[in-house]
């Protein structure tokens, strides 16, 4: 590989596709705009440091609407693209008192916190994630 496995998909799209990618990876409007602009990307490198730049320069209101986007952890009914499906496998089989757990557990931390409880989901199991939720429970807002 070159490094611009990613930067040259995204570089070769028109602008329509290449937004609707970007959708896919965040909800956030003004996120996905920014990085559209900032094509084209000389690597992977440069398009991911521009991601992360764009993301963190960001108000709170567009992180809630890319937050507000991502399916719930153990919401299988609303976790659609292949991706969502294949980062919370994990859920996949889980008791069924561990999926209520985990339907109890978002409603109270977005009505704690105000936004969907996310988790980077790969690879864990749902009672490890329902473990993390749980904890995060704990928090404070800012944390």
Not at 19 to 42: K, Y
Not at 118 to 137: N, P
């Amino acid at each position: 590989m070159t490094g611009q496995r990613l930067a040259g998909y995204l570089n070769a799209l028109s602008d329509e596709r290449a937004r609707a990618a970007l959708q896919r990876c965040c909800g956030a409007r003004r996120w996905v705009e920014a990085v559209l602009a900032a094509r084209p990307f000389g690597s992977d490198a440069e398009l991911l440091a521009t991601a992360e730049r764009v993301w963190w320069g960001l108000r709170r209101a567009d992180w809630l609407e890319a937050f507000a986007a991502h399916p719930r952890i153990g919401d299988g009914g609303r976790a659609t693209t292949g991706w969502a499906r294949r980062e919370q496998a994990g859920a996949d089989g889980a008791a069924d008192a561990t999926l209520a757990a985990l339907r109890e557990g978002n409603r109270a931390y977005e009505e704690r916190f105000g936004h969907v409880f996310l988790i980077s989901a790969t690879g864990k199991t749902a009672d490890e994630m329902l473990g993390a939720l749980r904890d995060r429970l704990t928090n404070d807002p800012a944390t």
